[in-house]
Nanobody
Framework: QVQLVESGGGLVQAGGSLRLSCAAS????????MGWFRQAPGKEREFVAV????????YYADSVKGRFTISRDNAKNTVYLQMNSLKPEDTAVYSC??????????????????????WGQGTQVTVSS
């Protein structure tokens, strides 16, 4: 069982930055591939970024590539999402998710929220214009 708790959301002006954190319980954090997803009002949940168990591989949605960076600290059981150059369209509830599977070269499952095993409750990010 893994419990995930996000933090770091808030209100920021367009062009600003935020860093989200997702703290995980348990001693097996390093065995989980970790993802970030977001859901804006009236829209479906969408994939944002994913990081492999050791942190060596990352993938991003095209909409955030070059602006967002996912990272993890397995010693602290925490995954991060650094968000720079924020835009109003980034406004959403951001949630982290854990999947007990490796992120291998050529994997495609990581963008599908339904395959993840555990989810956090989410943190609101609002970007004003």
């Amino acid at each position: 069982q893994v419990q995930l708790v996000e933090s770091g959301g808030g209100l920021v002006q367009a062009g600003g930055s935020l860093r989200l954190s997702c703290a995980a319980s348990g001693r097996t954090f390093s065995t989980y591939t970790m993802g970030w997803f977001r859901q804006a009002p009236g829209k479906e949940r969408e994939f944002v970024a994913v990081i492999s168990r050791g942190g060596g591989s990352t993938y991003y949605a095209d909409s955030v590539k070059g602006r967002f960076t996912i990272s993890r600290d397995n010693a602290k059981n925490t995954v991060y999402l650094q968000m720079n150059s924020l835009k109003p369209e980034d406004t959403a509830v951001y949630s982290c998710a854990a999947k007990f599977s490796p992120l291998q070269l050529g994997s495609t499952w990581y963008s599908k929220g339904t395959v993840y095993d555990y989810w956090g409750q989410g943190t609101q990010v609002t970007v004003s214009s």
